[in-house]
């Protein structure tokens, strides 16, 4: 199957963000509902941060969405634009996206991940519409296949091949991935690849643009899988 990376848009004609920052901003004293609340999604972050093989796909912890009723987002700027793909501020481990009810809805009846965050969410000014914060697992980038998998190396300005993960990792820095293929076949429409960020099925790709999903961008890396 064949996948593009797909990112959430910094556009400023798409977001109504001049300086082409964030939409959304979480606030410590303001977002969460009561103060214990808030200190379980910290504990959660943290012990992420503490142990990052709770995010990866075969030991992922998920948070416990009973536990976090709800969380508030604030805009960062006056007129931003209602997109179904938000960017927010800050970025937490084991979190990816700001998105609506209705792209959830399609991407819900593609293969997922059966274990993953979602944590509903409201957004100031924005009341009558529903919002998730959702996290998907990810696959660890030593499952990336080096034998078939190409690289461009900034710094060299070459294409670049690697023998052993070891090669690879020693100027992980200064690659950037043009095609990626993994050493090992997983059967869903979304693969979150640690480094590399997510990649969304051609098909989950065209179902979002024929619904008119908006704020996200297509990336030109190829995922091969």
Do not use: C
């Not at 700027?77 to 481990?93: A, G, N, V, W």
């Not at 009341?127 to 900034?154: A, H, Q, R, V, W």
């Amino acid at each position: 199957m064949r996948y593009k990376k797909l990112d959430v848009s910094y556009d400023p004609v798409i977001t109504g963000i001049n300086n082409g920052g964030a939409q959304l901003e979480l606030k410590e004293n303001k977002s969460f509902i009561s103060k214990e609340e808030k200190n379980k999604f910290n504990k959660y972050i943290d012990e992420n941060l503490n142990n990052r093989n709770r995010v990866f796909l075969k030991t992922f912890k998920s948070i416990n969405e009973e536990q976090i009723s709800s969380i508030k987002y604030y805009p960062t700027r006056k007129k931003i634009k209602r997109t179904d793909f938000i960017s927010y501020l800050p970025y937490e481990l084991g979190l990816n996206y700001i998105i609506s009810e209705k792209a959830y809805d399609i991407i819900k009846t593609y293969r997922i991940p059966l274990l993953l965050n979602k944590i509903n969410i409201d957004i100031e000014g924005w009341e009558n519409d529903k919002f998730y914060l959702i996290g998907f697992p990810m696959i660890p980038d030593t499952e990336i296949d080096l034998d078939k998998s190409i690289f461009y190396d900034t710094q060299r300005n070459e294409k670049v091949k690697f023998k052993s993960y070891q090669d690879y990792n020693e100027i992980n820095f200064n690659l950037v991935a043009l095609n990626l293929f993994l050493l090992n076949k997983y059967h869903y429409d979304i693969i979150n690849i640690q480094g590399k960020g997510m990649f969304f099925s051609e098909e989950l790709i065209y179902a979002l643009k024929e619904n008119n999903i908006i704020g996200f961008e297509i990336g030109e890396i190829i995922l091969e899988n």
